[in-house]
């Protein structure tokens, strides 16, 4: 196989057109994508400089999680940096499974409506005033008109009938049960409503006040050099036991690898596989792995909620023709530790439906004539990683798909948030996912989620299902759900799974962790007992 890959490999560079997808954009993240950015060299920028009393810390530049002049905001990826400044109501676990208390404690009534929330005294942000209950109403109903938030965000907010805050004491009434509410809680991070009352919640995660944020965590920004990196100092409001290191530094990068290379990187993470090879050869490094749910999946340009239609992938037909076109066992033979699935629900679950997308390289062309396909059309690709591995992925598929008669087009993305959801200037585009659980592959679906309506139109098919998943308390009830929305995927075919992929993070031999220190997902928040970390 890998032989018949490199080979294939080989035609696919001398056959793919590569093209600009669209002009980078300073809004939002691509809360999807974990960043694969390595094999490229670092261009526009000077790192910060390697220090030893500082923690080194790295953020993509280029796979939409953030731009080079601001913090990114915690609501979409968190990151390790973000952790360590702006904190939720609870902690999770590891595995993201189950919370303990952070700025408050909570109570659920026994018909799992109404959570009961109590803040800690003496709360304050790093500029001194007070972290208030108010601040927690404030952020959840600024979130819900935000134009840039994660789904596990916009899926359980939209369960809440009723918010109220009455001294220290949060309610929050459901309209009807959602079993992870504590878990989400445990993710969102809560921010100040005396800073940012008056910033419309549409272009919030661009304001001024994500250069010399006011935060609630261990740190805060002391130091912001637009284009190149910022550095935190120790928040001396935060009530909690002080972090042993004094200073972090945040550099933006192009590419994880170098900066890894350049001694600009303590911590970070990624799976491709030119990366994850590379960190293992560096004698300086830890890795390690953390079981993930990582999907990397190709979506279809339908329809936006605006009407404005992509005539060539209106037919389901021809969508579920161009996907049994592409052998996705080849594909997946370029990572590590990639696992095929057919849905969003992974193949060795319980709740797996059986259904399999079927390769057959004698039927793809015969197949795309009956579903009707127009020949003359150039089908375009666009994805936003610039990793090898990526572009070696984009560029099978494209021979597979020109093998099978098609004009291709693939197109790397500066900004892979717009270009896949305003600019939509594609056919079908390749991204990437690291989810809270199996859930947020379905919310994805919800007729108002806020990117996903811009391009598959808004489509209320899934919502009722969705209901159901959301309120599921038991095994039972929740596979049956997670049936009924494979059953709608497979029969619709807007966004469709390749594999998933584990995740690595690498640690530097720079910083000393504490004994029994757990990673979880790095695109959540959990306890890592960051405060007991230490400069080797």
Request: with cysteine; glycine share 6%.
């Amino acid at each position: 196989m890998k032989k018949f890959l490199a080979m294939l490999l080989s035609a696919a560079m001398t056959l793919t057109m590569l093209a600009a997808c669209g002009a980078p954009a300073s809004s939002g993240s691509d809360a999807s994508g974990t960043p694969e950015t390595s094999g490229s060299s670092e261009t526009g920028k000077t790192p910060a400089a390697s220090g030893s009393d500082s923690l080194q810390l790295v953020l993509s530049t280029t796979d939409g999680s953030t731009t080079d002049d601001k913090v990114p905001t915690p609501w979409y990826n968190r990151t390790l940096a973000t952790n360590m400044m702006f904190r939720s109501l609870f902690l999770a676990n590891s595995t993201l499974t189950s919370v303990k208390p952070d700025l408050a404690e909570y109570t659920v009534s026994d018909d799992s409506l109404v959570y009961t929330i109590t803040m800690k005294d003496g709360l304050k942000w790093s500029d001194g005033e007070p972290l208030t209950a108010e601040d927690v109403v404030f952020s959840i109903e600024t979130a819900q008109k935000s134009a840039t938030v994660n789904a596990i965000y916009t899926a359980a907010f939209a369960k809440i009938a009723n918010l109220a805050a009455e001294g220290n004491v949060i309610t929050i009434t459901l309209s009807e049960p959602y079993a992870a509410m504590a878990n989400v809680l445990a993710q969102f991070a809560i921010l100040p409503k005396h800073c940012l009352e008056g910033v419309d919640p549409l272009s919030i995660d661009t304001d001024a006040f994500w250069q010399k944020p006011v935060t609630s965590g261990l740190y805060t920004v002391d130091e912001f050099k637009v284009g190149n990196y910022f550095t935190l100092k120790p928040n001396e409001h935060y009530e909690g036991t002080a972090p042993k290191i004094q200073k972090v530094t945040v550099s933006f990068v192009n590419d994880y690898l170098t900066a890894a290379q350049s001694g600009i990187a303590d911590y970070l993470y990624g799976n491709a596989t030119d990366l994850v090879e590379a960190m293992e050869k560096m004698p300086n490094y830890t890795a390690t792995p953390i079981d993930v749910l990582f999907y990397k999946y190709f979506i279809f340009n339908m329809k936006g909620v605006d009407g404005n239609e992509n005539p060539a992938m209106q037919n389901v037909e021809v969508r579920k023709a161009v996907i049994e076109a592409i052998d996705r066992a080849a594909l997946a033979t370029l990572y590590p530790n990639a696992t095929i699935l057919n849905s969003g629900v992974p193949n060795n679950y319980e709740a797996y439906n059986g259904f399999e997308y079927k390769y057959d390289a004698a039927t793809t062309k015969a197949n795309l004539e009956k579903a009707g396909y127009d020949f003359e059309h150039t089908f375009k690709i666009c994805y936003y990683n610039n990793d090898q591995t990526s572009i070696d992925l984009i560029n099978t598929v494209a021979y597979y798909l020109q093998q099978a008669g098609m004009k291709v087009e693939t197109t790397l993305s500066n900004d892979g948030t717009t270009d896949l959801f305003t600019t939509r200037d594609y056919d079908i585009g390749f991204k990437g996912k690291s989810a809270f659980s199996i859930d947020e592959w379905y919310t994805e679906y919800m007729s108002t989620d806020a990117l996903f309506g811009n391009i598959f139109g808004g489509d209320t098919a899934f919502d009722a299902s969705l209901q159901k998943l959301f309120a599921a308390t038991e095994e039972a009830d929740r596979n049956e759900a997670l049936k009924e929305l494979q059953a709608l995927e497979q029969e619709k075919v807007y966004k469709v799974p390749v594999f998933t992929l584990g995740n690595y993070v690498f640690t530097s031999d720079h910083v000393k962790l504490p004994e029994g220190v757990e990673f979880c997902n790095p695109l959540y928040s959990c306890d890592m007992d960051f405060a007991n970390w230490e400069i080797a």
